[in-house]
């Protein structure tokens, strides 16, 4: 039987679950490192964070998750099928075992309410079954799990409020919805982090997320390779993509090597946090497109790193990057509109107003524990 818990003069432990498909980081998996994270800060708050085995290695020595919370490397297959066969039959009983008072799911995942013996919390990042469904293998299958995660979790967290106001359309019956910005977790410059692949310093765009359509890493290809022709941007000026591979990783390599740019565009994947600060510290403008977003980290984490930023003009980029981002617009001449933005980012000077209260770990970790505590006193 599962011991009693007292929320207010003891300590909560809340499961983190993790576990995703990515064998590299990315950015789910960077949500639940961040989210244990800031949640240990808490004097009342113990984590432990469940990651695939195939996730281990990036879990401790990339995220150096092991530092501030219990990690427990599960040992299943990688594929859909034994991942969410996991959460429906495994998961329960890990819960009970380590005497979780809340889990807290970092993505959707297939679970059935009644065997727990704790609350569940949600969190959904994007709304990308309903609207991009081209970015799955199997959509309805996606949208299905998305759907069992959200009516039998008991609070969902959404991570922009562009991402509550289209869940609100999609379940307007689901009550308990919370916005909780992503805790910003900066990457850390390590003494003596050299330059990546011989990159000089400012001479580099950069573009951080995975080859997915929505991401128009294919526009922002075309941009790059429109201002070198036009010498807009030095002939030695490189490209970089940092994300894990995608549906449309072939296409772009593909128009890489069509549009010329082979030697001037990086896919770079798996880099430490170190390298990822460098880039971020050292690139001439960041670069995002984005015709859909849940909420877009590297944005933020690229203005408090002291980058310039350009954004497609949508709201959810708005709302990350205020007024201090450089905005293009999405229509049917993308390509030369972004190549104009970027031209105009690069030549004004950095903008050092970012208001960034709501993405500070501690007050993050304060509206989660405001979260865990209702549930977990509904619950009991």
């Not at 490397?73 to 329960?92: A, F, G, Q």
């Not at 959200?150 to 609070?155: E, F, G, K, R």
């Not at 790059?224 to 000026?237: A, I, K, N």
Request: hydrophobic share 40%; proline share 5%; charged share 20%.
């Amino acid at each position: 039987m599962r011991r009693p818990r007292c929320f207010v003069a003891d300590y909560m432990h809340i499961l983190v679950v993790g576990i995703s498909r990515f064998g590299v980081p990315s950015g789910i998996c960077r949500y639940a490192d961040m989210i244990a994270r800031a949640a240990s800060n808490l004097r009342e708050v113990h984590t432990t964070i469940a990651v695939g085995s195939w996730q281990n290695d990036y879990f401790r020595d990339i995220f150096k998750s092991d530092l501030h919370s219990r990690l427990i490397s599960v040992d299943i297959d990688n594929s859909s099928l034994s991942r969410n066969m996991w959460s429906i039959r495994t998961l329960p009983q890990m819960a009970m075992d380590l005497h979780a008072d809340v889990i807290h799911l970092a993505y959707p995942m297939p679970f059935l309410r009644r065997r727990f013996q704790c609350p569940v919390v949600l969190t959904v990042h994007d709304l990308y079954p309903f609207d991009i469904p081209q970015n799955f293998s199997f959509p309805g299958a996606n949208r299905l799990i998305l759907r069992v995660a959200v009516h039998q979790s008991d609070a969902v967290i959404c991570i922009s409020n562009s991402t509550v106001s289209r869940f609100r359309e999609l379940f307007p019956n689901k009550y308990t919805v919370a916005r909780i910005y992503n805790p910003i977790v900066m990457p850390r410059l390590e003494t003596g982090q050299q330059a990546i692949r011989d990159l000089r310093q400012t001479g580099f765009l950069l573009a951080v997320g995975q080859h997915r359509s929505n991401k128009n890493l294919d526009v922002l290809q075309r941009s790059f390779g429109l201002l070198r022709e036009t010498e807009q941007l030095p002939s030695d000026c490189q490209l970089v993509v940092v994300g894990s591979e995608g549906p449309e990783t072939p296409a772009l390599q593909r128009l890489t090597q069509k549009l010329g740019l082979t030697g001037h565009v990086h896919y770079l994947s798996s880099i430490s946090e170190s390298q990822l600060a460098w880039l971020y510290r050292n690139c001439l403008v960041m670069v995002v497109p984005s015709s859909h977003e849940g909420f877009c980290l590297p944005v933020v984490e690229a203005l408090l790193s002291g980058a310039r930023v350009v954004c497609s003009d949508i709201p959810v980029l708005r709302e990350a990057g205020s007024d201090v981002c450089t905005y293009f617009q999405l229509q049917a001449d993308s390509v030369h509109q972004l190549a104009t933005a970027i031209v105009s980012s690069i030549r004004s000077p950095i903008r050092n107003n970012f208001a960034h209260d709501c993405f500070v770990p501690d007050n993050v970790a304060r509206e989660l524990q405001g979260i865990y505590q209702a549930v977990a006193q509904v619950r009991h």
